[in-house]
């Protein structure tokens, strides 16, 4: 099936790097490929994932949500009448760190949630997961996925790899990020962004150069080239108590293709 083609068109919204994204309504609702206005296509947004792939996002975001992964913790207020709630905030990174000397890091090295145990089902399900939505990506928009490869051919050795295709993942519960730019990823990847949520509007991802919302469902599917273009999430607001929305996403990093 051939899936439409949305054309990104300059329509900037006018937020800058580090500006918090207001509430703004999505105007990308469907099924779509993402393409610059010379044609080259550059994304992907799916509304419904394939059952497998979702089988396997339903697992590693359950398991995100338990105390058997280990998470970075913020909290803030949830937005709901009872101004004494708070809304959990965390992330977990696997794959692939770079070095970071301001950190007393200069090396890289594999994120340490690698070695919990209790961590296990999720990794595996977030590497599998991996591996099936870029054959996905693949399927739907095979220009894109050219475009992947050839760029993180000689930026991206097997060693820092993760999922084949990337080097690292993130997931973030209920972090609606200002806007900014991935100018550490490697020029001409994508990241891939899948969403779980329930109980909970916004979390929307705007891209302010084209003017354009994604309605991030759950289970939808967003393929983007995050290092070219601004970018943030709109406020996450919990319908009823425990409301989240969490996104896990793949990446690749430019910082390991000297290290072999």
Known sequence: MTLPIVTLTPNDSGLKIGDAV???????????ILADRDGTQVGLFLTELPKDLLNLMNIADTE????????????????????SAEVKQYSAILGSCPPKPHMRRPYPSRSSVHGVTSAKTFCRAMSAAGLKAFEVLRTNAPQVVEGHLKSIKTRVPEKWSFSNHFTSTISNCNIAAAVHQD??????????IITKRRNSTGGNLHVPEFG?????????????????NRHGVTPIVPTHQGGYRNSHVWYALDSFASLG
Do not use: W
């Open 64 to 83: 995100l949500r338990t105390k058997r992964v280990p998470k970075s913790d913020m909290r803030r207020s949830s937005g709901l009448h009872d101004q």
């Open 183 to 192: 100018h550490a990823n490697v020029k001409g990847a994508v990241n891939i």
């Open 212 to 228: 354009a919302t994604f309605d991030q469902v759950d289970g939808s599917m967003l393929v983007y080239p995050a290092y070219r």
């Open 22 to 32: 207001p509430h703004i309504e999505p105007n990308v609702h469907d099924t779509c």
